[in-house]
């Protein structure tokens, strides 16, 4: 067996040494960091003892080659590209796409939409302008889609605006609304809640790194026996999203929504904050729109979304530099 190392300032540029010099025959044994770089190690059987694997490894290797491009795309960080992309290339998938959704599935969590009811609360949390309101207020559209009542809980009432929207969204979706300013506040309009209503809490804007700003929140979902959950938007760069969500989740919060997916082209930043939080998808924000602006996030569509967008002109340029 024949055995070398590619290295490459990406896994993409490394996988792509592999192919040229090794062909499609080749079997990826690791990938591992290096200094400024990715080193990948991989090897080539004789071809007597090629005629005898089953199934050909040129699956493998373009799973491996595919998903290290959209990786690099969505500047995911490298470590955990590279665990993502280990997973991937051993999968044996006949389709590079489900490959990578295995992937995405060993390394995220994900959870149903369909399992918010009327059981227990669930309050949003987020930085100011994650869109926490608008998100809301998708919940509550998506109760009345299942046929179920909602109950809108508003901690942001005293927002520039915030008291005007929040009744706008909850009158056009037909969902009660409460404003409540303190966490005895939320703690009262929540357990006076109807059996059969799925109540959605509203908080301010939090800055993650405040202690104290997130201590209030997570008084206030333990005194209305809330779950938390956390909205972020697309775009950010991977190790803010990251520290923003270990900060959320030490606070309580155990499920992510993120939101702009429409207005951002890289979500390495998302991917990030999930894995080292440990929160699980729930659903995404992809349009302004209330009515059908929230879907369902899995395996497989995440990594449709992932693996579908493509650098904008800003990018073509900068690659052409």
Same mark, same amino acid.
């Given at each position: ?61 373009? &799973? ?46 994900? *959870? ?12 949003? +949390? ?5 869109? *926490? ?19 809108? +809980? ?9 008291? &005007? ?35 959605? +809490? ?9 202690? +104290? ?37 030490? &606070? ?67 690659? &052409?530099?």
């Amino acid at each position: 067996m024949l055995l070398r190392t590619f290295t490459g300032r990406t896994a993409a540029e490394a996988m792509a040494q592999v192919r040229k010099v090794l062909g499609d025959e080749a079997i990826i044994l690791s990938t591992q960091d290096s200094d400024g770089g990715v080193r990948v190690t991989a090897a080539l059987e004789p071809a007597d003892q090629r005629d005898l694997r089953v199934p050909p490894p040129i699956a493998e290797l373009e &799973a491996a080659d595919r998903v290290a491009e959209v990786l690099d795309h969505h500047r995911v960080p490298r470590g955990l590209a590279d665990r993502i992309l280990n997973v991937a290339a051993g999968h044996a998938a006949d389709d590079w796409m489900m490959a990578f959704a295995a992937a995405l599935d060993h390394e995220l969590h994900f *959870k149903p939409l369909s399992e918010l009811g009327p059981e227990r609360p669930v309050m949003l +949390i987020g930085p100011s302008g994650a869109g *926490k309101s608008v998100t809301a207020a998708k919940l509550c559209a998506c109760a009345r889609l299942a046929e179920a009542r909602s109950l809108l +809980i508003t901690m942001d009432g005293g927002k520039a605006g915030g008291r &005007a929207q929040a009744e706008t969204f909850t009158k056009a979706l037909g969902a009660r609304l409460v404003f409540a300013d303190t966490p005895e506040a939320v703690a009262v309009a929540a357990k006076a809640r109807e059996a059969d209503e799925i109540a959605v +809490i509203d908080t301010v804007g939090c800055n993650p790194f405040d202690p +104290i700003e997130r201590s209030v929140l997570r008084e206030a979902a333990e005194a209305a026996g809330a779950d938390l959950i956390m909205v972020l938007p697309a775009g950010g760069d991977s190790a803010e999203a990251a520290d923003a969500a270990l900060a959320f989740a030490e &606070a309580g919060a155990r499920c992510l929504v993120p939101t702009r997916l429409d207005a951002a082209r890289r979500f390495g930043g998302l991917i990030s904050a999930a894995h080292v939080s440990g929160m699980s998808f729930l659903a995404a924000g992809v349009s302004r729109h209330i009515g059908g602006g929230l879907i369902a996030v899995n395996p497989v569509s995440l990594a449709r979304l992932l693996a579908t967008l493509e650098p904008f002109h800003a990018s073509t340029l900068l690659a &052409a530099d």
